[in-house]
């Protein structure tokens, strides 16, 4: 299964926007231009194990705003977000994380003074345990 968050719904450390076209739902977020600004969503999984976050995002800047994943408080990934070429240009940055069952937060936090590229939604996927059958 896969559940869709939007950034609007989310804490969003900046502004929700929706003056940069493509986006879903009713905007995103657009986070101040700092270092640790951030978006944070909340998400509940049925089952411990490991998932799949997209978070899907326009970058019409020419450089990278890097960032860390965290879960719970946690840095667990990084991801680049390099530039789409237009802030109206959305493309997908994916990773994937071990997550407890129940609720967790799921925080990306800009690692360059740029802030985050505009963030439009999460979706999760995945989940449940995988085991080694030998026969
Ligand atoms: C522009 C753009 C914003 C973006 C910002 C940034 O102002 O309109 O949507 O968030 O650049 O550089 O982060
Ligand atoms: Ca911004």
Not at 41 to 58: H, Q
Request: net charge negative.
């Amino acid at each position: 299964t896969q559940t869709r968050y939007e950034a609007e719904n989310a804490v969003c450390d900046g502004t929700i926007d929706s003056n940069h076209a493509g986006f879903s739902g009713t905007g995103f977020c657009n986070t101040t231009n700092a270092t640790g600004s951030y978006v944070e969503w909340t998400v509940t999984v049925p089952a411990a194990g490991s998932y799949t976050l997209a978070f899907r995002y326009a970058n019409g800047s020419t450089s990278g705003r890097r960032a860390d994943v965290r879960i719970g408080g946690t840095a667990t990934a990084q991801l680049d977000f390099p530039p789409t070429g237009a802030w109206t240009q959305w493309s997908t940055a994916t990773t994937t994380a071990t997550l407890p069952a129940g609720t967790s937060r799921i925080r990306v936090a800009a690692l360059t003074s740029g802030g985050t590229a505009n963030l439009d939604r999460l979706d999760l996927s995945g989940g449940g345990t995988s085991t080694i059958v030998d026969v």
